[in-house]
């Protein structure tokens, strides 16, 4: 069964095609919070679960019959799929440009980093923080910095109003506060 944006390599395992690939000629900028979380996962990872799961994995390869031994089976899954991340993570750790938003002089502009309260034409309020692609969390408003909202927002001014192209036209969208 494939699944939606992933390409499946010959055991099974599912690589998302959308977290791999970087424009083309774009850099990975990260801020220090999200370089950070990234080298923490890997320690975790490599220090924590993957003994943890190397462990299960013996235990069952010495209960005998592997092909009908389900700790075994999982357990080999869990395992690419731990080495999968890792290999990851350090492919991303590698080419990450640490920035940090501290350093930013201009604090009248909106840059990388930045953290924006923006009312859209409906005069719907949001606020989001500007950050590298593989630390956006939607679901604490950090977007990443090549997103189409945070590219009408780039360079923009207090006060100032961008347009945004949607789905459904152009949006317009006043910056009401930048942050740093």
């Known amino acids: 069964m494939r699944k939606p944006f992933s390409k499946e390599n010959g055991d099974g395992q ?19 919070e999200g370089i950070k979380r990234l080298r923490d996962e890997f320690t975790f990872l490599k220090r924590i679960e993957r003994p943890k799961v190397v462990e299960t994995v013996s235990w069952a390869a010495s209960n005998g019959d592997r ?18 991340r890792l290999h990851f993570l350090i492919k991303r750790m590698e080419i990450a440009e640490v920035v940090s938003p501290n350093q930013q002089n201009n604090r009248t502009q909106v840059f990388f ?10 005069n719907v309020r949001r606020k989001v923080r500007i950050v590298g692609v593989d630390e956006a969390r939607l679901e604490l408003n950090e977007i990443s910095w090549i997103s189409p909202v945070a590219q009408a927002l780039m ?12 789905p459904c036209g152009v949006d317009e969208l006043e910056i009401l506060k930048i942050e740093y």
């Open 14 to 32: 599912y690589f998302p095609e959308a977290l791999n690939a970087l424009p083309e000629g774009v850099k990975n900028y990260i801020t220090p």
């Open 155 to 166: 360079k923009a001014r207090d006060g100032e109003v961008v347009k945004m192209k949607t």
């Open 113 to 122: 980093g930045a953290t924006v309260t923006y009312a859209d034409s409906k």
């Open 67 to 84: 092909s009908e031994n389900g700790d075994y089976i999982y357990g080999k899954k869990k395992l690419r799929q731990i080495d999968s």
